[in-house]
């Protein structure tokens, strides 16, 4: 079927769309270049055309990957093979940009349809939770169609307020935990980040954050930024990024800063380059900086048993593969005020130790993971303090590739 391609009210390009496979075929009458979604302009070509293999790429990182929690079993409820067919189905909307489809020849309007403004269905949310009480006749029009991750997720409306639930993995549920213990370390450090709370469905613990794009913004990931242009042979994949921000104007280093530090003090395992990203003006595109700091659940040792609470055990990305070497990148430490975490251990504790939390995290874990952080806030301190110059040119011990955790 033949759409439209539209950011908010402007037609970018006519496409055209194999329903059964959910793929773009075809991309004509490029109207509006300049609004185009990020990085799907030919990089190897000196005619600057759109790539149909990046436009394809991009349209499929909106639909919900195969390796999200549950998500067989729910298209298998839904009657499609693929979450790559819902995205049609909700016109391409989402509650994280403002891309969609217009039927070729329609003149509906994105005020008409938009997630921000317009009420959607709690269909798709709750075959993907499991708590659907029909079984055919959904109402798939829903930003749950687009949205990305590996965990159970739904967008909610709470009092008038788009909002994301988001679940924990077997064995011990952590992530919803450790979304509220992280952004309470980037509170007391002032570190521009995503509120989170818990809440519980079911007995099972959920974090819930706000919806932290508007009608006026949007989220466009690091990994889409660097879809802008390939790496140097000069640059390793920190430079990548932080060149190109340059290049559109946004000195993303003290953004950067705090995200690693914080990813050290939380041992964050799976910072990819899909979570972290920049905010753009989606009337101007004018790039306004870094998006605020959200997904840092998959952290304090959410899938290790408290007896292997080591260092080397623990993943890191999104440059370097140890959290050690990754804080070498860090090029300012003046914003950092360590005794802004005195007593973190306590309010840690106080997370993790609420009333139903002990069904998944006993108390003995709880006093492990503040008393691991407590180690790694002291390490901080003498790393900081005998700091040296770094090349962040180096290649050594970079990270392959962009991979997300999975949870299955
Ligand atoms: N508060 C939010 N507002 C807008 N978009 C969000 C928000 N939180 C997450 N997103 C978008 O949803 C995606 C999935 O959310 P995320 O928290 O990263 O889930 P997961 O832990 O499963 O990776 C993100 O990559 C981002 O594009
Ligand atoms: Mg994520």
Redesign the pocket.
């Known amino acids: 079927m033949k759409y439209t391609l539209m950011h908010k009210n402007i037609a970018v390009a006519d496409v055209e769309i194999d329903e059964d496979l959910g793929v773009i075929t075809s991309i004509d009458n490029i109207s509006a270049k300049k609004h185009l979604p990020v990085g799907v302009v030919h990089q190897l070509r000196r005619e600057k055309t759109v790539d149909r293999y990046a436009m394809n790429h991009w349209w499929a990182g909106r639909s919900i990957p195969a390796s999200r929690m549950g998500v067989a079993d729910a298209l298998e409820t839904l009657g499609v093979y693929s979450s790559m067919q819902l995205l049609t189905k909700c016109l391409g909307l989402s509650?994280?940009d403002h891309y969609w489809l217009r039927p070729y020849d329609s003149n509906i309007t994105w005020e008409a349809v938009n997630f921000f403004d317009n009420d959607f269905s709690d269909d798709i949310g709750d075959v993907l939770f499991g708590t659907n009480t029909k079984n055919d006749g959904f109402d798939f029009v829903s930003p749950d169609n687009t949205?990305?991750?590996?965990?159970k997720?739904r967008w909610k409306i709470i009092d008038g307020k788009r909002c994301?639930v988001?679940s924990g993995s077997d064995p011990y549920s952590q992530?919803p935990f450790n979304e509220v213990i992280a952004a309470i370390i980037m509170k007391r450090l002032g570190i521009d980040h995503?509120s989170y709370l818990l809440t519980w469905l079911n007995d099972k613990p959920y974090s819930v954050?706000?919806?932290?794009?508007t009608k006026d913004t949007e989220?466009i990931?690091a990994w889409r930024v660097l879809q802008l242009r390939p790496k140097a042979n000069h640059e390793n994949e920190y430079l990548h990024y932080v060149n190109i921000c340059k290049e559109l104007g946004v000195d993303i280093v003290p953004a950067i800063d705090r995200m690693i530090v914080l990813d050290y003090i939380i041992a964050n395992e799976d910072r990819h380059f899909?979570?972290f990203g920049l905010l753009r003006d989606a009337n101007t595109l004018e790039w306004i900086g870094a998006a605020p700091i959200?997904?840092s659940?998959?952290s304090l040792w959410y899938n290790k048993s408290a007896s292997r609470f080591i260092s080397s055990d623990i993943i890191c990305k999104p440059f370097k593969k140890t959290h050690g070497e990754q804080l070498k990148l860090v090029s300012s430490y003046d914003w950092f005020d360590i005794s802004k975490l005195d007593g973190i251990e306590g309010e840690i504790l106080n997370v993790l130790c609420e009333d139903k939390a002990v069904r998944y995290v006993e108390a003995e874990r709880a006093k492990a993971i503040a008393a691991e952080v407590r180690k790694r806030v002291d390490a901080l301190e003498n790393i900081v303090s005998n700091c040296s110059a770094y090349d962040v040119s180096s290649n050594d011990g970079d990270v392959e590739g962009n991979t997300?955790a999975s949870y299955n």
């Open positions: 509650l994280s949205s990305d991750g590996n965990l997720k994301l988001k992530q995503v954050c706000e919806d932290f794009i989220l990931s899909n979570n959200f997904d659940g998959t997300a």
